[in-house]
Each structure stands twice: as C-alpha cells, then as structure tokens.
C-alpha cells in the first residue's frame, strides 16, 4: 500500500489528512491493481474535502483548523495527485509496492503572512520558500495484518529545504466489509539542512526575530503515532477520521521555535469515487 504521511514541516495536518485519502483509495483498488497495464483499461478519479485541527507548524503550542480539498487520478501505473503531484505507481503479487512522483512542497511562512501555512510566533524568521520535491515510496506486506513502509522526500529545486525521510509500519485492527481501522508508526529524519531549516535559528534570523540561534543537526526529528477509521458506504462514498500524535526528539525538542515537545492532528474527511 502506498503511504505518505504526513507533512513534518509549515503545518502537520495538511499531509496527514491527505495521506489517509490516499490510503482509502489505494485499498479500494487493490482488487484490481495486480493485472493493470502499464496504462491500463480504466481511470480512476477520487474527489474529497475535509477539515482538520492541528498545529499551526512543527512543534507548534496553537492550533488552528483547515478545511482540505482532494483530488487524485489514477491510470495503470500512472496517477496525478494534489499533494504528490504525477508520478508512476507499481504492486507485486508478493506484497511490494511502490511510487515515485514529482511535487510540490509549499513551504512555511513567517509571522508577517496571511498566506500559506505560518504564525505570528515565527515574525522575523523569513519564510520557507517552496520547493520542487522528489517522493518515493516503497511497502513490504509481511502478514495480513502488518507492513512495513518506508519514505525518502528529496528537494530537487526550489528553496534548498534539505531532505526528508520516515520509517515505520502500519497494522490493520480491524478489516471488515465496511469498515478499517489501522495504526501506524513512524519515525522521521531529516538531513541538516531539513532540520536546520525547520527547527534552526540561524544569527541573521535570530537579529530579526525573538529567538536565541539555534542550530539542529541531522538525525530523527520526531516519533508519530496514527489511529485512523476508514468507513465505506458503498462502492462511491467513504468517509475517513483520524487522530495523530507527534512526538519530537532531543535532537531537535530543545529548539527555541519548539514551544510543544508533544502535538495531536484530528481530521474528518468524505470523499466520493468515480
């Protein structure tokens, strides 16, 4: 199964609430995905919208709530996504699966913006420019009920963000005709310069800002934990909820911009297949 999770960067919740979308998707076509071609015989069109209660960005004390639009189109092993952008999707008969896209990554913004996802907390420190980024994904299906699953995000252009990686695994609680519930747990990484830039403080940025320089170094940023319920009304309409627990590590918690060691995501969601 295809995962992302995730943003780990400007707002948490955005990524997380699109890659349980996501998820519902791919579940729902797994019936039909072995014997695709390399362009297959149908395209399959996912539409949803939700909303979603989490931290403004990384390490974040105040929340705020997002309403979130979906849209994904997939063609053999072709697909377009909102968040992933367009990319190539395989699955074996074993249980392997894997994608590669090219997206967007929009960033963060500083205090002084009314756009994109920032606050005023962060007044002073500059935006994060967006970024061009490579995705690759890659899920091993070891029993029925657990995978393992990796995700390796590397900026190709744009803002020089650095790269980001996560590892972990997700286990099916329940597998009915209606209804899933799965966990899933993930620790992430990021190479310096992700860190640095997301949780750093260097001296030109702390002259402009209230924080003390900071610097972060590369290793794993942060442990998450998810619970999501995936419920199907028929063969069209599905509805999803989710909650998601991040917790960050030493390597980057003593960060002045850090103002919560420990932050929760919420987010329902409907979405409608063609």
Same mark, same amino acid.
């Given at each position: 199964?295809?995962?992302?999770?995730?943003?780990? *960067?400007?707002?948490?919740?955005?990524?997380?609430? $699109?890659?349980?979308?996501?998820?519902?998707?791919?579940?729902?076509?797994?019936?039909?995905?072995?014997?695709?071609?390399?362009?297959?015989?149908? %395209?399959?069109?996912? &539409?949803?919208?939700?909303?979603?209660?989490?931290?403004?960005? /990384?390490?974040?004390? $105040?929340?705020?709530?997002?309403?979130?639009?979906?849209?994904?189109?997939?063609?053999?092993?072709?697909?377009?996504?909102?968040?992933?952008?367009?990319?190539?999707?395989?699955?074996?008969?074993?249980?392997?699966?894997?994608?590669?896209?090219?997206?967007?990554?929009?960033?963060?913004?500083?205090?002084?913006?009314?756009?994109? +996802?920032?606050?005023?907390?962060? *007044?002073?420190?500059? @935006?994060?420019?967006?970024?061009?980024? /490579?995705? /690759?994904?890659?899920?091993?299906?070891?029993?029925?009920?657990?995978? &393992?699953?990796? *995700?390796?995000?590397?900026?190709?252009?744009? @803002?020089?963000?650095?790269?980001?990686?996560?590892?972990?695994?997700?286990?099916?609680?329940?597998?009915?005709?209606?209804?899933?519930?799965?966990?899933?747990?993930?620790?992430?990484?990021?190479?310096?310069?992700? $860190?640095?830039?997301?949780?750093?403080?260097?001296?030109?940025?702390?002259?402009?800002?209230?924080?003390?320089? +900071?610097?972060?170094?590369?290793?794993? +940023?942060?442990?998450?934990? @998810?619970?999501?319920?995936? !419920?199907?009304?028929?063969?069209?309409?599905?509805?999803?909820?989710?909650?998601?627990?991040? !917790? +960050?590590?030493?390597?980057?918690?003593?960060?002045?911009?850090?103002?919560?060691? %420990?932050?929760?995501?919420?987010?329902?969601?409907? $979405?409608?297949?063609?």
């Amino acid at each position: 199964m295809r995962v992302i999770n995730g943003l780990r *960067k400007g707002l948490i919740l955005s990524l997380t609430f $699109n890659a349980s979308l996501i998820a519902t998707g791919v579940q729902a076509d797994e019936s039909r995905s072995g014997d695709a071609s390399l362009w297959g015989d149908s %395209t399959d069109v996912t &539409l949803g919208l939700g909303a979603a209660y989490g931290p403004r960005y /990384l390490g974040s004390e $105040n929340y705020t709530s997002t309403a979130l639009p979906m849209l994904r189109v997939e063609r053999g092993m072709f697909f377009f996504d909102l968040k992933e952008g367009l990319g190539l999707q395989w699955q074996s008969p074993s249980g392997f699966s894997a994608s590669a896209s090219i997206g967007q990554d929009t960033g963060r913004a500083d205090g002084d913006s009314k756009y994109r +996802y920032g606050s005023d907390k962060l *007044k002073g420190m500059g @935006e994060v420019g967006s970024s061009t980024v /490579l995705n /690759l994904h890659a899920a091993q299906q070891l029993t029925s009920w657990l995978a &393992l699953r990796a *995700k390796a995000e590397l900026r190709t252009g744009g @803002e020089k963000r650095g790269d980001q990686y996560a590892l972990g695994f997700e286990s099916k609680l329940f597998d009915g005709d209606r209804d899933k519930v799965t966990w899933g747990f993930d620790a992430h990484a990021g190479n310096a310069r992700f $860190n640095q830039t997301y949780f750093g403080v260097t001296d030109q940025q702390s002259a402009t800002s209230r924080f003390a320089s +900071y610097k972060a170094d590369r290793g794993i +940023y942060a442990y998450s934990s @998810e619970l999501t319920w995936m !419920h199907a009304f028929d063969e069209h309409w599905s509805t999803i909820a989710g909650v998601e627990l991040t !917790h +960050y590590t030493d390597q980057v918690r003593h960060s002045p911009i850090i103002t919560k060691d %420990t932050t929760a995501v919420s987010y329902l969601g409907v $979405n409608y297949a063609f």
